[in-house]
């Protein structure tokens, strides 16, 4: 039934026809955060539905209280694993819009590139997915295994009601393997596949010294300083060797397998690029990790942003009663954000200076999720890369987190592979946000191949 | 030529008038910094000089390229010491005008105080001393030292032009002893004497540690976080016994002498009020001095203010590539004030953390001023109140900076004495601000007194 070169002739036929399916759906300025932009993004779901409908699968609008997600079935056999594509049809705001050099939601090829809000994050690599099935199931007469889309409108504003539609929708999501097409490559479009993401834990530190702010002169040497407390609580939150203070904040940090380590060893990571690319003169952190280890593998803690006291222009002689500290940490197998969440607000409180009144006000998180390299979901990507890019792929983890994959591999049990299209340099979320059109073809090639190798697996 | 009955007698007979002249003085809105009330503020001026004039003054207004200044003079004898009044009747805004319970600029007696805005900051208290001299100069016929004004009317904008009018004036400013009256008495109405003030050094502290900000999850683990940076260097400018760590910072600090150290333990200082009213839980500081001596006698060092990164409502996963603090350092007899300057800012630069780039911004500070209590304007200022208040003056110094007071000492060659005439609790810069009627007089009799012990003296 699977012909490569009727695969590969209809794809080459419709190259395109392709890009200016694309085109349409780009054209739809579906800006989740703007209610003025509420039925663009329902438009852009009803567009993804009926091109699904047309093309051979059960298509519908789930509601989710929000913006509508897009649901696709093709259920070929219960024999046959399932596999199924995530993404997001909602992007994020043109603004600002002076600075794109052509309409943001009037796509136009330019460099080489597909030019338009939404090209890369995530319309072009989810829609990738969309065309690859639909060539798949032209050339073969069947796909080769069964195959799910959810598509959400909301990723832009937070997923808000992505947990409980998929929680609601448990046995019609189930899945053996869940996709998702929404990062970059590394530089130089060396083939990636992502098989590991962090995990979030977000609290916000309130000092309070003082009923108010206090004159420095009247009372300086003699009362507590909020912003100096502040200073003096997010000093310590890592040692001289840069480990995170936290008690107990590594007991569940599983270590990587020396093939693990022998993997990431093998990535083609520059690092002084790294540091040129974004102005930093030194790359400290963890002692006795390696730039990558550190980045992907081992949890980390930042402050996001501090604040107290007099911050205008020029001089004030306060002495500030109140300041605050964003504090996060990302999490890494088999951490628990509740506990690592626990554990930090503890520490900080013990923390606290004479004087200070210490609050934690605790902001979402998420978990970890990660998919063994050698399973069947990664080395069926890794198969599809073989074929399409003659390479093998770079197995990465990312320091980023997605709470939906987590909430895929626990209400799903699925195993997760995300399979990056984009660019770094892909101007997501910035003025003239841009796709390769070969990458966007070659999306679409990767992903009939991956359903075929998960149809052998 | 001199009769306390006289003067007495005329005091107790000119009360109302003396609330009256007052009155018409908080009748004109002379707030200096809105541009809208730059003529009120010059009729102020005016007013003063011409009541001034009449009352056997030379006066006149002192140019200044912004608001003018008040200079009046009586020369009675090369022979006589002489004394300077200095002052201001520029007033704060009236804002939030709604929370007044009468016009700022309709003076009234509520609860036996005189209520509007600079009543007690400064017109009331500067009012006191030219009506007290008027009277004196009436009831024994002439003065008993030469007398000067210099009332400006700048101070509640940074007495900008301040020290080059001094400075230009230097010689027809020439004065024994500067009095000023701009400040609070002890809490139940104890007569205060001010002899000492600090000094003021103040920085900004700038942190950089790469071209932009970055994602927490992109870069977490392997980059420099100027926010934590700063906490790192904030940390440590003092040790465990709060002490400030910048070298060579206390080389210059005097010792007090066993016998101000008796006096100051003798002021009657209530550090649990102190505490509870400010709503602190504890009063840290340098290890090993008292609560009154930190505050009066001894240098300090406070955060005015910190910011950096994502300071909004929520969460956002950013790790800052910029942050800031101002730091100010208040100052104690040695301590020069551009030399602690530098030193701070170097050793902010020696506290950087590898990877973070410190800029140092300097902004204005300040001199400290210190006149010896056993010195003639002290002690003639604590004889006038044995004479009025029938008892010993409290001797205070406090942590406040008036740049201007050691502008008199170094370009003047002055002994300096705060007469404090109002409350702590007047609510100066504040709606309903108050000076207390009985207070207003015992100012004006404090005055005369005053004159009469330095012409003694």
């Given at each position: 039934?699977?012909?490569?070169?009727?695969?590969?002739?209809?794809?080459?036929?419709?190259?395109?026809?392709?890009?200016?399916?694309?085109?349409?759906?780009?054209?739809?300025?579906?800006?989740?955060?703007?209610?003025?932009?509420?039925?663009?993004?329902?438009?852009?779901?009803?567009?993804?539905?009926?091109?699904?409908?047309?093309?051979?699968?059960?298509?519908?609008?789930?509601?989710?209280?929000?913006?509508?997600?897009?649901?696709?079935?093709?259920?070929?056999?219960?024999?046959?694993?399932?596999?199924?594509?995530?993404?997001?049809?909602?992007?994020?705001?043109?603004?600002?819009?002076?600075?794109?050099?052509?309409?943001?939601?009037?796509?136009?090829?330019?460099?080489?590139?597909?030019?338009?809000?939404?090209?890369?994050?995530?319309?072009?690599?989810?829609?990738?997915?969309?065309?690859?099935?639909?060539?798949?199931?032209?050339?073969?007469?069947?796909?080769?295994?069964?195959?799910?889309?959810?598509?959400?409108?909301?990723?832009?504003?937070?997923?808000?009601?992505?947990?409980?539609?998929?929680?609601?929708?448990?046995?019609?999501?189930?899945?053996?393997?869940?996709?998702?097409?929404?990062?970059?490559?590394?530089?130089?479009?060396?083939?990636?596949?992502?098989?590991?993401?962090?995990?979030?834990?977000?609290?916000?530190?309130?000092?309070?010294?003082?009923?108010?702010?206090?004159?420095?002169?009247?009372?300086?040497?003699?009362?507590?300083?909020?912003?100096?407390?502040?200073?003096?609580?997010?000093?310590?939150?890592?040692?001289?060797?840069?480990?995170?203070?936290?008690?107990?904040?590594?007991?569940?940090?599983?270590?990587?397998?020396?093939?693990?380590?022998?993997?990431?060893?093998?990535?083609?990571?520059?690092?002084?690029?790294?540091?040129?690319?974004?102005?930093?003169?030194?790359?400290?952190?963890?002692?006795?990790?390696?730039?990558?280890?550190?980045?992907?593998?081992?949890?980390?803690?930042?402050?996001?942003?501090?604040?107290?006291?007099?911050?205008?222009?020029?001089?004030?002689?306060?002495?500030?009663?109140?300041?605050?500290?964003?504090?996060?940490?990302?999490?890494v197998p088999n951490q628990d954000p509740a506990r690592i969440t626990d554990a930090l607000a503890a520490h900080l409180a013990s923390l606290a200076p004479e004087g200070s009144e210490v609050e934690v006000i605790r902001h979402a998180g998420g978990s970890w999720a990660l998919s063994p390299i050698d399973g069947r979901s990664v080395q069926a990507a890794a198969s599809a890369v073989r074929t399409v890019d003659g390479r093998d792929p770079v197995?990465?983890?990312?320091?980023?987190?997605?709470?939906?994959?987590?909430?895929?591999?626990?209400?799903?049990?699925?195993?997760?592979?995300?399979?990056?299209?984009?660019?770094?340099?892909?101007?997501?979320?910035?003025?003239?946000?841009?796709?390769?059109?070969?990458?966007?073809?070659?999306?679409?090639?990767?992903?009939?191949?991956?359903?075929?190798?998960?149809?052998?697996?």
């Open positions: 039934m699977s012909d490569p070169d009727r695969l590969a002739k209809l794809l080459s036929e419709r190259r395109d026809r392709h890009v200016q399916e694309l085109f349409e759906l780009l054209r739809i300025p579906s800006i989740s955060t703007d209610p003025a932009h509420e039925s663009d993004v329902r438009r852009a779901a009803a567009w993804l539905r009926d091109d699904l409908a047309a093309h051979g699968f059960e298509a519908e609008l789930l509601e989710t209280g929000g913006h509508p997600a897009v649901f696709a079935e093709r259920h070929v056999s219960d024999d046959l694993p399932t596999a199924l594509v995530y993404g997001h049809y909602d992007v994020q705001p043109a603004d600002p819009i002076e600075l794109w050099t052509s309409g943001p939601f009037e796509p136009t090829i330019r460099d080489g590139a597909i030019v338009a809000r939404g090209a890369s994050d995530d319309k072009g690599q989810v829609f990738a997915h969309v065309k690859g099935a639909e060539a798949l199931l032209e050339a073969d007469g069947e796909l080769p295994v069964n195959l799910k889309f959810l598509i959400e409108g909301e990723e832009e504003i937070g997923s808000r009601n992505l947990a409980a539609t998929i929680e609601a929708n448990r046995e019609r999501l189930a899945a053996d393997t869940v996709v998702v097409s929404d990062g970059a490559m590394l530089p130089g479009k060396v083939p990636t596949l992502t098989y590991g993401l962090k995990g979030l834990a977000y609290v916000e530190l309130r000092v309070r010294t003082a009923s108010r702010d206090l004159h420095s002169g009247a009372y300086g040497g003699a009362v507590p300083n909020a912003a100096m407390a502040l200073a003096a609580i997010v000093a310590r939150l890592k040692d001289a060797d840069g480990r995170i203070t936290v008690p107990g904040f590594y007991d569940a940090v599983v270590e990587i397998s020396d093939e693990e380590r022998a993997q990431l060893e093998r990535v083609p990571f520059d690092d002084e690029a790294f540091a040129a690319g974004i102005g930093v003169s030194a790359t400290p952190g963890e002692a006795g990790r390696s730039l990558v280890e550190r980045l992907w593998v081992r949890p980390t803690l930042d402050v996001n942003g501090i604040g107290g006291g007099f911050q205008g222009e020029g001089s004030k002689t306060v002495i500030p009663a109140e300041a605050f500290a964003k504090i996060s940490c990302r999490l197995y990465v983890r990312t320091g980023g987190t997605i709470p939906v994959v987590a909430d895929f591999q626990r209400l799903l049990g699925a195993e997760v592979v995300l399979v990056d299209m984009g660019l770094e340099d892909d101007r997501i979320h910035s003025p003239n946000e841009k796709f390769d059109v070969e990458l966007y073809h070659r999306g679409i090639h990767l992903s009939a191949e991956l359903l075929r190798s998960l149809g052998r697996a």
